[in-house]
Nanobody, 130 residues
């Protein structure tokens, strides 16, 4: 059973930066996909970014050019660097893990990642931009 532990997040003024980390443990497969969703008050969960162990990354249009996802495979840890943050980025950010994740064809067709693409979820960390 995979467990995800998130760290980072916090509060920052608009234009600032934050980084969140997520470490996976317990039954990690050799190849997997990790990423983040976010949920703002009163809204549904929105896919933000994913990274595959191959190194491929994909981003939601709302964060392209501002957010960057990276990984340390040796530590089973993924990082989400968030730059030029905006008030609309305020949300709880959830780390996700799945052996397969969204099919690459989904990204090519411009379709968003879905919560059902991921079997494991972190506890969430608050990001507040004022």
């Amino acid at each position: 059973h995979v467990q995800l532990v998130e760290s980072g997040g916090g509060s920052v003024q608009a234009g600032g930066s934050l980084r969140v980390s997520c470490t996976a443990s317990g039954g990690i497969s050799r190849d997997y996909c990790m990423g983040w969703f976010r949920q703002a008050p009163g809204k549904g969960r929105e896919g933000v970014a994913v990274i595959y162990t191959s190194g491929s990354t994909f981003y939601a249009d709302a964060v392209k050019g501002r957010f960057a996802v990276s990984q340390d495979n040796a530590k089973n840890t993924a990082y989400l660097q968030m730059n030029n943050l905006k008030p609309e980025d305020t949300a709880i950010y959830y780390c996700v893990y799945d052996v397969e994740g969204p099919p690459v064809s989904r990204w090519i067709s411009g379709e968003p990642m879905l919560p059902s693409d991921f079997d494991y979820w972190g506890q969430g960390t608050q990001v507040t931009v004022s």
